[in-house]
């Protein structure tokens, strides 16, 4: 079946980039997404990508997405202590009832 | 981007009581909404589907008739969680699709409920 996988954790340092990394099962997702959540709040959607796509850059994010390898990547910079949340990634077929599959989350920690 | 209201925010209740949870898209119509719960620490796990004017698509294992969900406008979802228990204490969120826009989907900022 459909699985996102991401690793658990992250930590870096105030300033840094962060790096935050995503696979895939599902060859025929068309969308893939990253969501940070704050503690006791809802998901805020940072950025979509198509699966026609390779890059997309908003200010600090940038997505990359590797589609023959199923790798999906997040990468903020400069990061500020504001970005400590859990993010996950998430994929989606094309209707609007195909359902969101989500990651474990990765848990971004900021050190000063 | 689009708001997704969800209300309330958090909620106690007794056990064997129900409790009801909304589900607004503020500035745009949905067709479809979907209803997560959120055990701590983990990921989303999808509850069901939510389509305006049928019936939801529950996923494998979600009890229909313990978790009851209303579509009744393009604006307005809800969730009812019937004769709750402490097994039921979770952060439950919600989400909705805009029409015409079936890659964005945009979360409520979810309810926290517990049962005591």
């Known amino acids: 079946g459909e699985d996102v996988e991401q690793s658990l954790f992250l930590s870096v340092r105030e300033g840094d980039s962060s790096v935050i990394n995503c696979t895939y099962t599902?060859?025929?997702?068309?969308?893939l997404y990253w969501y940070k959540q704050e503690p006791g709040a809802g998901l805020q959607l940072l950025t979509y990508?198509?699966?026609?796509?390779d890059m997309k850059q908003d200010q600090r994010l940038t997505v990359l997405l590797n589609k023959k390898d199923k790798h999906l990547s997040l990468r903020i910079a400069d990061t500020q202590t504001g970005d400590s949340a859990i993010y996950f990634c998430?994929?989606?077929?094309?209707?609007?009832?195909?359902?969101?599959?989500f990651g474990s989350g990765t848990r971004l920690s900021i050190r000063p | 981007g689009a708001v997704v209201s969800q209300h309330p925010s958090w909620v106690i209740c007794k056990s064997g009581t129900s409790v009801k949870i909304e589900c607004r898209s503020l500035d745009f119509q949905a067709t479809t909404m979907f209803w997560y719960r959120q055990f701590p620490k983990q990921s989303l796990m999808l509850m069901a589907t939510?389509?305006?004017?049928?019936?939801?698509?529950?996923e494998q294992g979600v009890e229909k008739d313990k978790f009851l969900i209303n579509h009744a406008s393009l604006t307005l979802s809800t969730l009812t969680v019937t004769s709750a228990h402490p097994e039921d204490s979770s952060f439950y969120i919600c989400?909705?699709?805009?029409?015409?826009?079936?890659?964005?989907?945009?979360f409520g900022s979810g309810t926290q409920l517990s049962v005591l």
């Open positions: 990508i198509f699966s026609n796509m």
């Open positions: 998430a994929e989606k077929g094309y209707s609007s009832a195909s359902k969101i599959i």
């Open positions: 989400s909705a699709t805009p029409q015409g826009a079936t890659e964005k989907l945009f």
């Open positions: 599902d060859s025929s997702s068309t969308y």
């Open positions: 939510s389509n305006e004017g049928s019936k939801a698509t529950y």
